[in-house]
């Protein structure tokens, strides 16, 4: 049975930082491509950032870009986001997915990330 599970969310003022990290099982990331997304209050999905398993530099959403970091270790199937500078609009739940160019599509229960004064 294949599962992603997300942690490390959280509650932090704004300008602070946090890492959420996102554990695999039933699969193997080298098989998928793996990504985070988030869904703020009353929004649609949006992609955060798109992981290689082969190491190549991840892409990033414009907002992420300069304040996030992702990073994939695919020998322990784990993945994890580091956001730093928090903004309040990056209030959001954040999910890990695993997509493997066809038919397999999914994503984890997400980790709820709160950025307020």
């Known amino acids: 049975q294949v599962q992603l599970v997300e942690s490390g969310g959280g509650s932090v003022e704004p300008g602070g930082s946090l890492k959420i990290s996102c554990t695999g099982s039933?699969?193997?990331?080298?098989?998928?491509?793996m990504s985070w997304y988030r869904q703020p209050p009353g929004q649609n999905l949006e992609m955060v950032a798109v992981?290689?398993?082969?190491?190549?530099?991840?892409t990033y959403a414009g907002f992420a870009r300069g304040r996030f970091t992702a990073s994939i270790n695919v020998a322990h199937n784990m993945m994890y986001l580091q956001m730093n500078n928090l903004r309040p609009e990056d209030t959001a739940k954040y999910y890990c997915?695993?997509?493997?160019?066809?038919?397999?599509?999914?994503r984890g229960q997400g980790t709820q990330v709160t950025v307020s004064t």
């Open positions: 997915n695993a997509f493997d160019g066809t038919s397999s599509d999914f």
């Open positions: 039933g699969f193997s990331f080298r098989d998928y491509v």
């Open positions: 992981l290689s398993s082969a190491g190549g530099r991840p």
